[in-house]
């Protein structure tokens, strides 16, 4: 196994997102912080996958699909858009793998690789937080599109039994809209 840290948009879409792939054993949800310049925690999670199963390159390139990873706004020490390596060579596959997803798209991607240093856990009752409450407005409006990009653009990798309760709301919209 092999492990990550990801920061972009509140930490909870980034655990749902992460937790909905085959491949990934683990995701810590919590506070993420280099001994860089980046030294104050911001929101992320640590990803721990098989690289066998699913390769960094595409957990990188859902992780720059998945949060506003083009654009900067004030909240950006909270959400800090990087990605956090655990060994010089992760550092250096990671620069790298931005490199090429920068050059396939239309704007400047802003996420940072950085060294991790720390990791502190988010409360026990806010762990979890998509799959324990899947109905709450806060999920359906911001967790459930982000599960969308993962079942249209990297359907390979989504763990189907996970993501069942949209699988069923989609099978229902298409029943009643197909009369």
């Given at each position: ?74 909240m ?8 956090y ?33 720390a ?61």
């Amino acid at each position: 196994m092999e492990k990550i840290g990801l920061g972009g948009g509140c930490h909870w879409c980034t655990e749902a997102v992460f937790q909905s792939l085959k491949g990934v054993s683990n995701v810590a949800q919590g506070y993420i912080a280099s001994k860089q310049y980046a030294s104050s925690f911001s929101e992320g999670a640590i990803i721990e996958f098989d690289s066998a199963i699913i390769p960094l390159h595409i957990l990188l390139e859902i992780h720059v699909l998945t949060h506003k990873s083009m654009s900067d706004h004030s909240m950006r020490p909270k959400y800090r858009s990087a990605i956090y390596t655990f060994s010089d060579a992760q550092r250096k596959d990671a620069k790298e793998i931005l490199r090429k997803l920068e050059k396939s798209s239309s704007s400047k991607i802003i996420t940072e690789v950085i060294s991790y240093h720390a990791f502190k856990s988010s409360r026990e009752e806010i762990l979890n937080y998509y799959y324990n409450n899947p109905e709450k407005p806060f999920c359906k409006t911001y967790i459930d599109p982000k599960i969308k990009i993962l079942q249209t653009q990297f359907s390979d990798q989504v763990n189907n039994e996970k993501i069942s309760h949209l699988l069923e709301i989609d099978e229902e919209y298409k029943v009643k809209h197909s009369k």
